[in-house]
């Protein structure tokens, strides 16, 4: 009963905080009205593969970028992984995370997310051929997680992270703080989840631009303007999972294992959304997922697989791979600006871990 008063006060705070900021997107589609877009990309390669719905789900160190409050889960005492994602229009998103438990309490974790794209040229109003420079845009994060076990059954943790986005010489500092807990129910192996992510001051670039929007009113002069601020994009996310065969009480070989999760999210720039996801396991050595998205404009399934080999006593390799349709963000890239490549068009994900 303590563990459930406890959840539902952090439930009541954390849904209170949603609201705050997130509900000027109620009844209303506000796409494009926050920036820093990178925020919102799931770096788990695991949890890509099960459709998202990883806030209940996560174990691992890859918990930062879903539940930081479950980030004490860990079946190991230190893990390192590092991601990469194939996106569409050959943007480079790479991600990197190294998280240690201190004690059978708490947990810390340093983890990074960048992306970049290629040169583009620089074209105006005047010069729509191109003026002769190049330029390109990047997004970095770089965070820092601290989590703890208040009760045997309930954990709560926090991400901080700096942020830095520019574009060509339009440059935005800032911070970010997200907030997630973990309650592990006494109901066979349901576990709940929620955290919230992506608080922070709105994001407002350095520097003017020229804005050609008014020039035929002001006489075909072409006058800077400054950048108006933006929101981050926030997150409010609420999930459940179980153990199938536990959860059901069917008997079974203990070398399988079927894990099913489920994840109603709430953004503050679209509609609500629902994932679900499932992943089947044999002898913790042998992964298969899949997940379905819905109230997605573009993505809608993904599937993928997960290895975790040990090496030597106490050290295990892991790797993961994700596949995401992604409707038309892809479709045009396949045998067309990628020169017919089937394999580099589509967008995989790839994660290669270490535990010890």
């Known amino acids: 009963m303590k563990n459930l008063t406890l959840f539902l006060r952090v439930l009541v705070l954390l849904l209170t905080a ?88 708490s947990a810390v974790s340093l983890h990074a997310i960048n992306l970049f794209t290629d040169d583009m040229i620089e074209r105006t109003w005047d010069h729509p051929e191109g003026t002769g420079r190049k330029f390109n845009a990047s997004d970095l994060a770089l965070g820092a997680t601290y989590a703890r076990k208040l009760t045997d059954r309930f954990s709560l943790g926090a991400n901080v992270r700096y942020l830095r986005s520019a574009l060509a010489d339009a440059v935005f500092n800032g911070v970010a703080v997200d907030l997630g807990t973990l309650y592990r129910t006494s109901l066979r192996s349901l576990v709940l989840g929620m955290s919230i992510q992506n608080l922070g001051p709105n994001v407002r670039y350095s520097g003017t631009f020229l804005d050609y929007r008014n020039a035929v009113i002001n006489g075909g002069n072409v006058l800077s303007a400054d950048f108006q601020s933006a929101n981050l994009p926030a997150l409010f996310r609420l999930g459940i999972a179980f153990e199938f065969f536990q959860m059901t009480g069917i008997h079974h070989d203990s070398a399988y294992t079927v894990w099913v999760s489920g994840e109603m999210n709430h953004p503050n720039d679209a509609r609500e959304r629902v994932n679900l996801g499932a992943e089947g396991g044999y002898k913790n050595m042998f992964f298969i997922r899949a997940g379905g998205k819905f109230d997605y404009d573009e993505e809608s399934w993904s599937a993928g697989f997960g290895l975790r080999i040990p090496v030597i006593d106490g050290y295990r390799v892991t790797f993961d791979y994700a596949y995401s349709y992604e409707g038309r963000l892809t479709q045009g890239v396949i045998g067309g600006d990628t020169g017919g490549d089937l394999i580099m068009g589509e967008p995989h994900r790839l994660a290669l871990g270490f535990q010890w």
């Open 18 to 105: 949603a609201l705050l900021f997130t509900i000027p997107a109620y009844g209303i589609t506000k796409v494009g009205t926050t920036s820093m877009q990178v925020l919102k990309i799931q770096m788990d390669v695991r949890g890509i593969a099960m459709g998202n719905a990883m806030v209940a789900s996560v174990y691992d160190a890859e918990s930062v970028w879903s539940n930081p409050g479950a980030l004490t889960e860990m079946p190991t005492k230190t893990q390192a992984i590092i991601s990469q994602i194939n996106m569409p229009a050959n943007v480079q998103l790479n991600s990197a995370v190294v998280a240690r438990q201190l004690n059978d309490y």
